[in-house]
Structure formats: C-alpha cells, structure tokens
C-alpha cells in the first residue's frame, strides 16, 4: 500500500470546481502490463512545442522525481507524458516561476491549474493506451488534455467558463496538440456524438456518478472521478465497466472536494 500525499486542487469547467485532496492511502495498483512498453502515438512535435520541451527541463525533472515518482505515480507511460508536456506553457506569467512546483497555481476565473502528484495519479488509473479515446470534463487550462494527448491522440475536453475554454483551446492549438478537441459548455452530459470513450475523466467533485457519463464508458473502460458530500470526506471513485457491460465502482482512496454547482452538482440524473 502506497501513501500519497497529494495537496490537489484541480481545474475544472464547471461552477463551483471541486478543489481536494487526498485524506488516506491509494488502493494497492495492479502493474499495468500491456502499454508499459509503447511509444508515445507518432506525431510531428510543433516548433513551439519543442521549444517548450527544452525550457525548464531540471525542473520539470525535479518535479518528476521528487513529487510524483516520490509520492506513488510510477507509471512510465504517464511519467512520459508529464515530462514531454510543459506545464509552465499553461500557467499565466504571473505565476510562470512557480509552474513547476508541486502545487496548484490560480489561472483566473477563481480557477487553478492542477497540481501535478494529482494529475499524475489521476491520470495513472485510467490506464491509457496509444488508441484510446478519452474524454474530460473540465479543461481549466488544457493542462491536463495536454498530458492526455502526450498518451493518445483521441481526446475530447469540455470546459463551461467560456474564458478558460477559448484560452485552453489557444494555449493547446498553439503548442502543437491539434488532435484535442476542445467544447465550451456543460459536461454532465459528456459529449453523446463522439461515444464510446475507451476512458472518462471528471476533474471536480459530484455527490454521485453521472449516469450519462457511465452509458458513454466503452466495454472494458474505466472513468474517475471524486465523489461525495460537500464539505467531508470524499472518494476518489473508479468506475470500470466489463466487456459485458456490467458496471463495477470502487473507492481508491480518500479525498476532500469543494462541492460542484450546476448539473454535474445536482442530485438526480
């Protein structure tokens, strides 16, 4: 069993966007064994892309060693991602020194960038392969599309603040990750003309999983997402449905979320 201590607050894009973090231990994972070992999806790397890539790297590096490999997130798939994926590119100049640091940064519209051990961990139970096709909710500031994106191409992210999602849209068109498709709009309904997604996840807090989103899930995909009561202990939730269609949910481990408004934070479907 492994111990994360994870100080999370997550960009999300819809009203009220949880904020958490982890309250206990992660669930033990299975080692995945079958996308270990792939390349990266073949693309051509943008020239602002590469650039991005060679700015920073001891920090980038430090952040890879001492926050996320140091606090449970072991997956080299997923520690690829996060290392080729620039995260000072998404931060806002203001806070640029700080972009590597092991914490949330604000990105206007009282939203954050996630901080990385979270993005990492998150990112890590989904269990991508090159092929996947995976769907967020929440782009905040197309930071974590942008980790998606270094694992597969196939990405589509919903964002409700108009502001962010034209920004996110800009900041990922600019550096290169043009196959992520980027909605502004509600995302409790996720995105029904693109489905099935291989893998969903929900950036924000809900008192119970989106049946909507659930239906969306393929045979054999997996969704994460924090649910519970405002205010108290919540769970981070793994949602995996077999290739019969049956649904199995679990917790993984504990975490603590500002509650959601709008229709991702009403009770009912």
């Not at 994972?29 to 890539?53: I, M, Q, W, Y």
């Amino acid at each position: 069993m492994r111990w994360m201590a994870l100080v999370a607050a997550l960009a999300c894009g819809l009203p009220g966007c949880g904020r958490g973090a982890p309250t206990g231990p992660p669930a033990q994972r299975t080692p995945r064994l079958t996308s270990t070992d792939a390349p990266p999806p073949a693309r051509e790397v943008s020239a602002a892309l590469g650039k991005a890539r060679g700015e920073r790297v001891a920090e980038r590096e430090s952040m890879i060693a001492e926050a996320l490999v140091a606090q449970g997130v072991r997956d080299p798939v997923v520690l690829r991602a996060m290392r080729d994926c620039p995260r000072h590119a998404f931060v806002p100049g203001k806070v640029l020194g700080e972009a590597y640091e092991n914490r949330p940064l604000p990105i206007g519209e009282d939203q954050t960038i996630s901080q990385p051990t979270i993005v990492g961990s998150m990112t890590e139970e989904l269990r991508l392969l090159p092929t996947s096709r995976v769907l967020e909710i929440g782009t905040g500031s197309g930071y974590q599309a942008g980790v998606l994106a270094e694992i597969t191409p196939h990405v589509w992210t919903i964002e409700i603040k108009p502001a962010l999602s034209e920004r996110a849209a800009t900041t990922l068109r600019e550096l290169g990750y043009t196959t992520v498709t980027v909605r502004q709009g509600d995302g409790y309904h996720g995105w029904p003309e693109e489905a099935p997604f291989d893998a969903i996840i929900v950036t924000a807090a809900a008192p119970h999983v989106p049946p909507p989103l659930v239906r969306q899930l393929k045979p054999g995909g997996r969704l994460v997402i924090p649910v519970g009561p405002p205010f108290q202990r919540q769970d981070l939730v793994l949602v995996e449905k077999d290739e019969d269609g049956r649904v199995r949910t679990r917790s993984l481990y504990g975490v603590a979320f500002v509650p959601l408004t709008g229709s991702l934070g009403r009770k009912g479907d």
